[in-house]
Nanobody, 122 residues
Framework: QVQLVESGGGLVQPGGSLRLSCVAS????????AAWYRQAPGKERELVVSIDSRGGTNYKESAMGRFTISRDNAKNTVYLQMNSLKPEDTAVYYCYAVVTVATLSKPQAAVWGQGTQVTVSS
C-alpha cells in the first residue's frame, strides 16, 4: 500500500555533498515522523537523524553541523542534505517513516525504503 523510494546516493570525494530524497508513494495521506538510518559494511544499522511531525529534529552527534534533514509535506518527501562528507560516512542510507495511510480508517504504518548507497572516497 505504501512505499518509500530513496534516491540521490552515489560516489563523492571527501568534502563533497550529496542530497538524498525519500518519496512516499501509494496510499499515503501524510508522513508523520521520518528518519534516515545508515548501515556500513560489517556494522549495525544506526540512526543518523530523525524529524517529527512538528519539524523537531534529532541528529547523531557526528552528523550535527554537516547533515540537514527536511521535509516537503505537499510532496510526501523527506530530504537529507549531506555536506562535508567523510569516508566514514560511507554506508547504505535507509529512509524510515511512519505514515498515515489514506484509507477510511487512516491507520498508521511504519515503512522502510530499500536503501541507497553513499560512497565517500578519493
Amino acid at each position: 500500500q505504501v512505499q518509500l523510494v530513496e534516491s540521490g546516493g552515489g560516489l563523492v570525494q571527501p568534502g563533497g555533498s550529496l542530497r538524498l530524497s525519500c518519496v512516499a508513494s501509494g496510499l499515503v495521506f501524510s508522513i508523520n515522523e521520518a528518519a534516515w538510518y545508515r548501515q556500513a559494511p560489517g556494522k549495525e544499522r544506526e540512526l543518523v537523524v530523525s524529524i517529527d511531525s512538528r519539524g523537531g529534529t534529532n541528529y547523531k552527534e557526528s552528523a550535527m553541523g554537516r547533515f540537514t534533514i527536511s521535509r516537503d509535506n505537499a510532496k510526501n518527501t523527506v530530504y537529507l542534505q549531506m555536506n562535508s562528507l567523510k569516508p566514514e560516512d560511507t554506508a547504505v542510507y535507509y529512509c524510515y517513516a511512519v505514515v498515515t495511510v489514506a484509507t477510511l480508517s487512516k491507520p498508521q504504518a511504519a515503512v522502510w525504503g530499500q536503501g541507497t548507497q553513499v560512497t565517500v572516497s578519493s
